[in-house]
Structure formats: C-alpha cells, structure tokens
C-alpha cells in the first residue's frame, strides 16, 4: 500500500519528465541537462518508453524508465530501462514501492516476466533486487 504522502504518477508533459531529470542523472550522468527531455521524447515517440515518479510530498524521490516489448522465447515482458531512487533517499523504502508497481503494470498487461538489467559495478542495487525476489 501506497502511504499518503506518497504518488506515483506518469510523466507525461515536459513539466512532469523534466522534474525527473535530476534523480535519473544520478544513475545516467552521461546523459546532458539539455539532451534530456528531447532524447525522453525521442524514446517515447519512437519506442514506448514510459516515465513514471514516485513523488514524496510532491518532490521526486524514485524513477523508472519502462517498456513493454514481445521476444519470441516469453512473449510480453515489461522491460525496466532505468530504477533510481535519489541518493540522498535510498533504503527509504521508494525502490520497493515503484518496483512493486512495476510488477502490477506488468500483470496488468499480461505479461509473463519482468526484465531488469543491472552493471555488475552497482552492488548496492544487486542487494536490493535480491532482497526484493529479482
């Protein structure tokens, strides 16, 4: 369950995917201020991909970046790009509540799995995925 101060919501206008830039370039710093929003609408547009927030009292603490895709081998899996929580909020406890959320989108469409793929090099993140059955 959802505590009331928190959302999770879709980012859907330029407002909405631009408040999520500063979490999501903590695990993507690659990635410019100014390259952000054009490349997000890119990969809507041309590949599903969808952005979803958690927000904590209005203020971004979680993000995902998701799409639903068909492999031959499975069928229709949800396919997480991207889980970040803000650094300076991890083990709060917004990771689980947006992973579990995740889950329900995926049973929600039919999906038969979840695919989440993770550097070697983010250890603190395997202990998570692990903890939470991944």
């Not at 809507?44 to 998701?66: F, P, R």
């Not at 793929?117 to 692990?130: I, K, L, M, N, P």
Request: with cysteine; charged share 25%; glycine share 6%.
């Amino acid at each position: 369950m959802i505590r009331e101060d928190v959302a999770i919501v879709p980012a859907l206008t330029d407002e909405q995917i631009l408040a999520t830039r500063d979490v999501k370039r903590q695990l993507r710093p690659a990635i410019t201020e100014e390259a952000y929003l054009p490349t997000i609408r890119r990969m809507m547009d041309t590949d599903g991909y969808q952005l979803t927030a958690l927000l904590e009292d209005g203020v971004v603490q979680t993000v995902d970046g998701y799409r639903f895709i068909e492999m031959l081998y499975c069928g229709q899996i949800l396919y997480v790009d991207d889980l970040n929580t803000d650094q300076n909020r991890r083990s709060s406890g917004f990771g689980k509540l947006l992973l579990d959320w995740l889950k329900q989108q995926a049973t929600a469409r039919g999906c038969g799995e979840l695919h989440l793929d993770s550097g070697v090099q983010r250890e603190q993140a395997h202990h998570f995925y692990f903890r939470v059955r991944l």
